[in-house]
């Protein structure tokens, strides 16, 4: 999006259980008070086709047809979410904060899914239509560290209750089940997954920032808000009304 336009793309990645909701959260408050209309969205999912698409890719019950058929249906929801959501909201001026994106699909189906890289790359095209992240955000930590706390996030609860199966905005989504497909997968797999994540940050610098998230979630919160000035428009929240209110 060019910066003239007041409309801003945030996104937030990492493996499971680093925090994205939480600082997803945090962030949209804090830019609400100071007066920026925000959106929170997440993937999969974010428009409902792409929340239809959410629970047959969590369930697993795609991964029998192989991770380009899982790959196909990720880019099919991404591209609805973008045309639907998350583009009209940037052209409205909006911060669009989005809880995974185009490099989670690079990361678990690419990096992790065997997926060859021009397949990824072809689907990434039609699905962002020459949209990307304004910022990426990349919240790491071990991977053990954070599965660790996605189980004790989700296990006193029933499925129907889960914490965080909805982002601020999604309230009313299909509900999902406590772990995830993904999620479920042995330790080894997410460790590589935590150093492809890592990895893209460092081939595109100008575009990540890298945040320990093994601190408290105030110490996260104030790197997070850090970076996002960086990105956000100068002067844009003067002119708009506070307490803005996204969905
Ligand atoms: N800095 C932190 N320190 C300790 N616990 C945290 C911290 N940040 C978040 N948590 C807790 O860890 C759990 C996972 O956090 P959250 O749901 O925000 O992560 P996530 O990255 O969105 O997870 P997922 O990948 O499963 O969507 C929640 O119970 C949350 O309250
Ligand atoms: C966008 C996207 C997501 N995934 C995986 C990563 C997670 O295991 C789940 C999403 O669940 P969350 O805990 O609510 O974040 O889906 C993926 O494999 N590919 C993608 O493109």
């Known amino acids: 999006m060019p910066y003239n336009s007041p409309g801003r793309f945030i996104t ?25 209309d925000v959106t929170t969205t997440r993937e999969p999912g974010g428009s409902p086709g792409a929340e239809a698409v959410r629970h047959v890719l969590l369930t697993g019950a795609a991964e029998e047809f192989g991770t380009r058929f899982e790959a196909t249906l990720f880019a099919a929801a991404r591209a609805d979410h973008v ?3 998350i583009r009209p909201a940037i052209e409205d001026g909006r911060v669009v904060l989005c809880d995974r994106f185009m490099d989670s699909t690079r990361v678990y189906q690419g990096a992790t899914g065997n997926l060859e890289a021009n ?12 949209l990307t992240p304004d910022l990426t955000i990349l919240l790491d930590m071990p991977a053990e560290t ?8 989700d296990e006193p609860k029933s499925p129907d209750t889960r914490d965080g199966a909805t982002v601020s905005g999604q309230e009313g989504a299909p509900v999902v089940p406590v772990s995830d497909r993904f999620e479920r997968e042995d330790l080894a797999i997410h460790e590589t997954r935590r150093q492809a994540f890592l990895d893209l940050a460092e081939s595109e610098p100008d575009r990540f920032r890298t945040i320990d998230a093994d601190q408290s979630v105030e ?3 104030s790197a997070v808000l850090i970076a996002v000035h960086s990105v956000l428009p100068k002067g844009a929240q003067a ?9």
């Open 12 to 36: 937030f990645e990492g493996g499971e259980g680093v925090g994205k909701s939480t600082q997803i959260r945090l962030l949209a408050q804090k830019l609400r008070q100071k007066g920026f």
């Open 83 to 85: 045309a639907q959501v």
């Open 119 to 130: 397949f990824v790359h072809a689907l990434e095209r039609l699905a962002l239509n020459g």
């Open 146 to 153: 954070g599965l660790a706390r996605a189980r004790a996030r």
């Open 219 to 221: 110490a996260i919160a």
């Open 239 to 247: 002119s708009r009304k506070a307490g803005g209110q996204g969905t």
